[in-house]
């Protein structure tokens, strides 16, 4: 059984990886279909035809707009802040907009990704290793430790590459925001002046790294 609660207004790490650490992501089609999934089933509203979606950013690097994104946002059930996508993981900061929304969220995504895997290269079975993990933020510090630590991620790759990684909502926070209402940075920057306020915190709010992955059991 899960121990954490899951209460409107909170705010919560989420992250899960690969089972027996095997990548979940192994071409740029399948990150795509994750970075969608992860988008839009925030709502409860039903999509279909999502190759659709993937085929449109493929060839124009944004999805297609979707329509009555009002009635999509009045049905949010998750509000995702921050993500990155490794190759055998991910990690997301969530605030739960209704009751069971995270879980709901986590599920649709996770499953529905699943089935896409398992089908495009002839396997079955589990691709994540068990459920999510989630951590309650219980304050403002920790919110914005978590934002730098799941941003710091790409810099394992190679150094320097979280600026440019697109798997992450980083330049998302120091550029433009690619996803608009789909990913809300704003709880996040406007706690700084500017986006060099946030690059500088970004790197010395991570001082606490090995403490986290001690706790996460990532490393």
């Known amino acids: 059984m899960r121990k954490i609660r899951f209460s409107p207004g909170e705010y919560y790490h989420i992250f899960n990886r690969g089972n027996n650490k095997q990548n979940i ?19 409860s509203v039903k999509f279909y035809n999502i190759s659709y979606y993937v085929n ?32 055998n993981h991910f990690h997301f900061l969530l605030r739960e907009e209704s009751e ?9 995504v996770q499953d529905g990704y699943t089935k896409y895997f398992n ?13 999510f993990k989630a951590v309650h933020v219980k304050n403002n510090d920790q919110l914005l430790y978590l934002s730098s630590y799941i ?14 990684y697109q798997w992450s909502s980083f ?30 915190k970004y790197f010395v709010k ?9 706790e996460l059991n990532l490393d």
């Open 25 to 43: 992501f192994l071409d740029e089609r399948d990150y795509i279909r994750f970075v969608f999934l992860m988008l839009h089933f925030q709502s």
């Open 151 to 164: 941003h710091k991620n790409p810099k394992e790759l190679k150094n320097g590459i979280e600026y440019s």
């Open 206 to 214: 991570i001082s606490k790294a090995k403490e986290l992955l001690k």
């Open 171 to 200: 330049q998302d926070y120091i550029l433009d925001n690619r996803w608009g209402a789909l990913l809300e940075s704003d709880t996040i920057l406007r706690q700084f002046k500017n986006e060099d306020k946030y690059k500088y």
């Open 100 to 108: 069971h929304g995270v879980s709901d969220y986590l599920r649709r």
């Open 56 to 87: 449109y950013f493929i060839r124009h690097r944004v999805f297609s707009k979707i329509r009555n994104e009002n009635k999509f946002l009045d049905k949010r059930q998750a509000c995702l802040l921050n993500f990155v996508l490794m190759p």
């Open 119 to 131: 089908a495009k290269y002839g396997k079955s079975g589990h691709l994540f290793q068990g459920p």
